[in-house]
């Protein structure tokens, strides 16, 4: 449901990661995007993390002790997981990327069962729309709808904590917290590997776990998508050439597609990140897909949909057009709700930002957000993604 009318707008996707060892849930992203290297990248940013603000959040007292650094993902061979974007990011923390064998579908077990068990128990909540028409029969799933994603994503995290990782796992014969437990600090006659530490900066890791895009710094800035960004600690970057071809040179930029209205440099020099906004103050915070959709609707008008103000003028247009009709159709109160979240998202990375000291809107340097990188074999974790059925 969304937000403000509480009702129906379809289902969200779940990204969800598990360790092989303990069968500890050890990250998840819930969002009304389809699955991407956004959502991976999320997943693979909330298994390095520490759980803690999340679950002060949302009231979980249960402890869910899991942070650092995986040494292996094992995944599918969906686009998502296979784009370089997301190749690139886990080379930075030199975590392995394992793929499973096409058609080999034990090598993806794990995740699958922990999905199962998940969306088994998530369907005992009111909405639920089940896996098929034949086992949903004559259950009203919109009618009977009553959850927001921000209530499906505290229903999802107390099932977590509270009640998967403590009960026992068939597979390992103890709940997977003690297993995890084990791993860290050992048990009989058995040495665990240590508490991995914690990152030393939140803000890196998304950062290093956003999509990657590679630019040449021009007089104007940085174009993509049609979208001009500008910030001062480019000018040096002007027509750089690269020092092995000659060529212009190539910079690495991260970019939340969820919000558009700023990018990220990497200064290749001093090794940090920049924050570079449009070069149109005004333009709004808007995700790639509103944005992608405007650009068509200027394009359809007959206009050029490179010209920055007619695209602002649709986006504006669009969204008064969104609120007006938002509690007439599902579409449109999908449209808003996703907006709603993508803010929500978005904000947590503004807001770590504007609490540094540094006026210059900096972050760490990429694979540096661990004081020290652990090694551990419990840490393998395999990620897929599917909807809430």
């Known amino acids: 449901m969304d ?7 379809g289902r969200p996707w779940l990204t969800v990661a598990i360790d092989e060892y303990s069968r500890m849930t050890v990250g998840f992203h819930l969002s ?25 959040a949302n009231g979980i007292e249960s402890p869910w002790p899991v942070w650092g650094r995986p040494t292996k993902v094992r995944c599918d061979n969906g686009p998502d997981f296979r784009s370089e974007s997301v190749r690139r990011s886990c080379s930075q923390y030199a975590i392995d990327l394992e793929f499973r064998p096409v058609k080999v579908p034990r090598y993806g077990g794990y995740v699958e069962r922990l999905q199962g068990t998940l969306l088994r128990e998530l369907h005992d909540l009111p ?11 004559e259950y009203d799933s919109e009618g009977r709808a009553v959850l927001t994603k921000s209530e499906l994503e505290h229903q ?8 998967y990782h403590r009960r026992p796992h068939a597979s390992i014969g103890m709940p997977p917290l003690r297993k995890w437990e084990l791993g860290i600090f050992g048990g009989t006659g058995s040495s665990g590997s240590g508490v991995a530490p914690r990152p030393a900066d939140r803000t890196t890791v998304y950062l290093d776990f956003l999509p990657m895009l590679e ?27 690269d020092g092995d071809t000659g060529k212009a040179r190539k910079h690495i930029f991260r970019r939340d597609p969820r919000d558009i209205s700023v990018i990220w440099f990497y200064d290749p020099d001093i090794k940090e990140y920049f924050r570079i906004p449009t070069a149109d103050q005004s333009f709004p915070s808007c ?21 920055e103000r007619a695209v602002l003028r649709s986006i504006t247009a669009r ?11 599902k579409a449109t109160r999908r449209e808003a709700q996703r907006r709603v979240e993508h803010a929500k998202s978005t904000g947590q990375i503004a807001a770590a930002v504007a609490s540094k000291k540094n006026s210059r ?17 419990l840490a393998s974790a395999v990620a897929a993604s599917d909807d809430i059925a």
């Not at 937000?3 to 707008?9: G, K, Q």
């Not at 809107?361 to 074999?377: I, M």
């Open 3 to 9: 937000d403000e009318h509480r009702l129906p707008i």
């Open 32 to 56: 009304f995007d389809a699955p991407s290297m956004t959502s991976v990248g999320m997943c693979l940013a909330n298994v390095m993390l520490p759980k803690d603000a999340i679950l002060m």
């Open 127 to 137: 909405g639920s729309t089940f896996s098929s028409t034949e086992v949903r029969g």
């Open 156 to 163: 999802l995290l107390m099932l977590i904590c509270n009640e």
């Open 215 to 241: 630019r040449t710094v021009q007089n104007d800035g940085v174009s993509i998508d049609g979208l001009r960004y500008y910030a001062d600690v480019l000018r040096q970057w002007i027509g750089a050439k």
């Open 287 to 307: 995700s790639v897909w509103e944005h992608q959709k405007a650009q068509e609707d200027v394009k359809k008008a007959g206009f050029d949909p490179s010209d």
């Open 319 to 329: 969204r008064e057009l969104v609120q007006k009709s938002s509690a007439r159709t």
């Open 361 to 377: 809107d900096l972050a760490p340097r990429p694979g540096k957000a661990f004081s020290k990188l652990l090694s551990n074999e």
